[in-house]
């Protein structure tokens, strides 16, 4: 007998999850497309809300307040997203015009990714992958620091010297073409 109630009760939380999901997708995604301004990734966000709602539907103990829980997830998980995109974006497009010094110099080009790719793989292991960390999987500094069992402003330091050396070689490279 317990079995069978088990299973009609997670029979209800299921219709009462699809219920949601069906009545609240759109609310969902427009909210996160208000955030990331991305069509792909507020589907992404959209989704990901909904599996965190589905993990934690059964914890939901005022019903009534159902809709202020979904809408929190929703903007922190949109939130989450659009940092992460930040992090990841600042190297490989804003940060490229600092590392290489072409905005120190007023110059109007910047490397091409392979270059930038390649200028990475010439650092040392450590720096580069404190850089990859960071800027690639929007790791933050705290969680790089516990990664690496150091302090957050050995980190902090450690970066600023990768991005010294990057841009150091990525001068060199220049003078040398």
């Known amino acids: 007998m317990l079995k069978d109630e088990q299973t009609a009760k997670d029979g209800a939380m299921d219709e009462a999850f699809s219920a949601l999901y069906q009545k609240h997708y759109k609310q969902v995604y427009y909210s996160a497309y208000s955030i990331i301004r991305d069509h792909f ?44 995109r930040l992090r990841r974006q600042e190297i490989w497009n804003d940060n490229i015009e600092f590392i290489t010094g072409a905005a120190e110099e007023g110059m109007e080009h910047s490397l091409e990714m392979k270059t930038v790719h390649e200028l990475l793989l010439s650092l040392e292991p450590e720096h580069r992958q404190s850089l990859l960390l960071i800027y690639e999987y929007g790791m933050s500094y705290e969680q790089l620091a516990r990664f690496q069992n150091t302090s957050v402003s050995a980190v902090k330091s450690q970066l600023h010297r990768s991005k010294k050396k990057l841009q150091s070689m990525a001068r060199e490279m220049e003078q040398s073409c």
């Open 41 to 84: 990734l507020a589907q992404d966000v959209a989704q990901e809300t909904f599996m965190k709602i589905f993990r934690r539907f059964h914890t939901l103990k005022d019903k009534e307040k159902k809709e202020a829980w979904l809408n929190a997830i929703s903007r922190n998980t949109a939130i989450d997203f659009y940092r992460k």
